[in-house]
């Protein structure tokens, strides 16, 4: 089964730029990292690129299309198989400043190399309910990330479903907050669950996940752990 390697939490307050960076360890053997890119702004730019061990590094392959979260912000899905075994950078890049960006990065190992992944179900919302159903076996490991803005500016936090085992949970004063999770299933479909706290009823809401396809004969383990990188400066500019 999927194994774990490594996570890491880092972070700034910095003025809005176009790129973001963090540390993580990547091990084992049949090795997957994936990436969840979330950014706002009130002139939303679609990423670039994310790289694996730094901006001249391995680029990873962007999974489906950037889901639009409301007006202001994407939410995107990013992979590598096989990267380098090493402790080194992952660096996203955006086509123009963004005034919020968060980097969620999931390094696992013991993962199918074919098809490391199922289906990735994606969800969109407004209001204080997010739910996303994720097609499943059971015994996987399911994986999934939200990201949540709020023209209101009530500070909404994510509460983690109660099935699942939140991994981080990171705000972006005062509009926004970022949140993943994961869960082992018990059957055809899990169900990937959050829920909005302070009033947020009118917050935009996109949420990605899948499940993670273990390596034939991989050895005894599970969910790899996150990292997850946040940098965000002043409120949106609309």
Known sequence: MSTIVDSVIAGDTAGGTTKETGTITVSGSNRVLWVWLYNSDGSRAAPSSVKWRGSGGT??????????????????????????????????????????????????????????????ATATGTGIALALDVASTAGLTVLDFAGVIDLGANSPDLVVGSSQTQ????????????????????????????????????????????????????????????????????????
């Open 59 to 120: 680029s990873l392959t962007q999974i489906g299309s950037n889901l639009a979260i409301g007006s202001y912000a994407y939410l995107s899905l990013w992979e590598l198989k096989n990267p380098d075994a090493a402790t080194d950078t992952v660096y996203a890049t955006w086509g123009s400043s963004q005034s919020g960006r968060v980097v969620y990065a999931v390094s696992m190992s013991d993962v199918d190399q074919t098809t490391p992944k199922g289906t990735v």
């Open 167 to 238: 991994r981080e949970n990171l705000g972006l004063p005062v509009y926004e907050t970022t949140a993943g999770s994961h869960e082992t299933a018990t059957g055809s479909t899990t169900d990937m669950d959050w829920s909005l706290t302070n009033g947020a009823f009118g917050a935009d809401w996109g949420t990605i996940g899948f499940a993670v396809n273990d390596a034939t004969g991989g050895g005894a383990g599970g969910l790899t752990l996150p990292i997850l990188f946040q940098q965000t400066n002043t409120l949106l500019r609309m």
